[in-house]
C-alpha cells in the first residue's frame, strides 16, 4: 500500500496562511490524494481532495507536486476552529474506497 | 439535518454484555462504513457495504456483525464485549464503492466504554 508521511505537529497564527506537507513518494497513477481533518470529539470532516491538478474549494487549496510525490494542503487563513488533526490519505481507484488513516499533523492555532 | 447520524453517542457497558450501534445516512450513498479510533487515536476501517453487500472486512473479531437492512442504514452489533473494545466508532458513508474519487462522510461517533 501507498503510505504517507506527515508532521507530527505544526503552530500557526490566527489570520496566517498555512501550509501542511505530505510526502508520497511511492504514489502510483492511479491513487488519489484526498486530506480530512478531526476537530476535537468530532468525526473525521473531509477536505479537499485532488489526482494530478492543483485544486481549489471554500476549505482549502491542494497543490500537488508535478511528480506527484508530495502535496500541500493550504489553509489560506487559519481560524481558531481550524485547529485539528489533518490527515493526508492515498485511496486508490478499484479499490473499494479503503481508506487506510494515518497519525496525521496535528495543527495549532495561536490567537 | 444531520448527514450521518449514529445512535447512541455514548455507551457504557460490562464486559461480557451484547450491545449495537445504529447508523444512519440521508445522503442518498451507496456505501456507508464503520471505522474504530482506539485511545492511541489511531482511526482504522473495519467494514465496508456497497448497496447492502459487504465490501471489505477487516480482521476484526468474528464478535463484531455489522448489519445493512437498506443502502441507509449500516447497525454494528458487538457481541460478548471485552475491554479491548473501549473505544470511540465512527460511521461514514460515500457515494461509489469503488471509484477512489469520492469523499466519505463521517458520523460523530459513538464512544463505547467497557467496564
Known amino acids: 500500500d501507498a503510505k504517507t508521511t506527515q508532521p507530527n505537529s505544526m503552530e500557526s497564527n490566527e489570520e496566517e496562511p498555512v501550509h501542511l506537507p505530505c510526502n508520497h513518494s511511492?504514489?502510483?497513477?492511479?491513487?488519489?490524494i484526498h486530506w480530512y481533518r478531526q476537530l476535537p470529539s468530532q468525526g473525521p470532516e473531509y477536505v479537499i481532495h485532488g489526482l494530478t491538478s492543483n485544486v481549489n474549494n471554500r476549505m482549502a487549496s491542494l497543490a500537488i507536486a508535478e511528480d506527484r510525490k508530495s502535496s500541500t494542503l493550504i489553509l489560506h487563513r487559519a481560524t481558531l476552529r481550524d485547529a485539528a488533526v489533518y490527515y493526508c490519505i492515498l485511496l486508490a481507484i478499484y479499490n473499494n474506497n479503503d481508506m487506510r488513516f494515518g497519525a496525521g499533523t496535528r495543527l495549532t492555532v495561536k490567537p | 439535518d444531520t448527514a450521518v447520524s449514529q445512535t447512541p453517542k455514548y455507551l457504557v457497558t460490562q464486559m461480557g454484555n451484547d450491545k449495537s450501534i445504529k447508523c444512519e445516512q440521508n445522503l442518498g450513498h451507496d456505501t456507508m462504513y464503520w471505522y474504530k479510533q482506539d485511545s492511541k487515536k489511531f482511526l482504522k476501517i473495519m467494514f465496508s457495504y456497497n448497496n447492502k453487500e459487504l465490501i471489505i472486512n477487516e480482521t476484526v473479531p468474528n464478535r463484531f456483525s455489522p448489519k445493512s437492512p437498506d443502502k441507509a442504514h449500516l447497525n454494528l452489533h458487538i457481541n460478548s464485549l471485552e475491554l479491548g473494545d473501549s473505544a470511540v466508532y465512527f460511521c461514514?458513508?460515500?457515494?461509489?464503492?469503488?471509484?477512489?474519487?469520492?469523499?466519505?462522510?463521517f458520523g460523530d461517533g459513538t464512544r463505547l466504554s467497557i467496564l
Open positions: 461514514a458513508s460515500s457515494q461509489g464503492g469503488q471509484n477512489g474519487n469520492q469523499p466519505q462522510h
Open positions: 511511492t504514489i502510483s497513477g492511479t491513487d488519489y
